[in-house]
């Protein structure tokens, strides 16, 4: 089973503060995703990266796949309340088995 | 579309009975997911269709769990019996094509108690 290692768990910061949460496995994908969810919902593809050292920008959101595709990054700028909930990330294994493997999420708090 | 719906959207169970949890999928997906997910484990694959027919389901934990396709717009989950450790939310998810390339929608889940 191929592992992604999310950090931090749990950040709580205030509205306007910039922060980068982090995805790490000791696998390599073939891409990986990352997803919001939020309370009673279901989770929500907000990007798919699948080169090495790609770069993918989301309005403040900006995501980077690693050079070896063993890992990413999520860096959110100017946080606003709206940010909050739980940023979960998920990779495709090679060989394309049609399947995800999740993170276990870090869960975002924005206060205003 | 009405996205991907889901029902009943919580339950509540008594040990040793058995639930079955429902999903409609996007129609014209032909991907269809099942996930658990707990604050422990986080998001667990259980099994996925393609085209109606199961492909993977070896992250179904025990024999007491089971699902079925029998059309490209229904899917169940079956747990006979229920134990209070299958307790956590239960996501079914659909796609056009693999979804690591494409997009997997998930319904908004059924939160399921074992008590």
């Known amino acids: 089973t191929q592992l992604l290692e999310q950090s931090p768990q749990f950040l709580s910061i205030q509205e306007g503060e910039n922060l980068t949460v982090y995805c790490n496995s000791s696998?390599?994908?073939?891409?990986l995703q990352w997803y919001r969810q939020e309370p009673g919902e279901g989770p929500v593809l907000l990007v798919t990266?699948?080169?090495?050292?790609e770069v993918k920008k989301l309005k403040r959101l900006t995501f980077q796949f690693g050079d070896a595709r063993k890992d990413s990054s999520l860096h959110i700028t100017a946080a606003q309340p709206g940010d909050t909930g739980l940023y979960l990330c998920a990779g495709e294994s090679l060989g394309g088995y049609s399947t995800l493997t999740f993170g276990k999420g870090t869960m975002l708090l924005v206060s205003p | 579309d009405a996205g991907v719906i889901q029902s009943p959207r919580h339950e509540v169970t008594e040990m040793g009975q058995e639930v079955t949890l429902r999903c409609k999928p996007i129609s014209g997906h032909d991907y269809l997911f099942w996930y658990r997910q707990t604050m422990m484990r986080g998001l667990e694959l259980l099994i996925y269709?393609?085209?109606?027919?199961?492909?993977?389901d070896s992250g179904m934990p025990e024999d007491r769990f089971s699902a079925k396709m029998p059309n490209a717009s229904f899917s169940t989950l079956k747990i006979q019996p229920s134990e209070p450790r299958d307790s956590a939310v239960y996501f079914c998810?659909?796609?056009?094509?693999?979804?690591?390339?494409?997009?997997?929608?998930f319904g908004q889940g059924t939160r399921l108690t074992v008590v």
């Open positions: 269709f393609n085209n109606n027919v199961p492909i993977d």
């Open positions: 998810a659909s796609s056009k094509g693999r979804p690591s390339v494409t997009e997997a929608f």
């Open positions: 696998s390599v994908f073939s891409s």
């Open positions: 990266v699948v080169t090495g050292g």
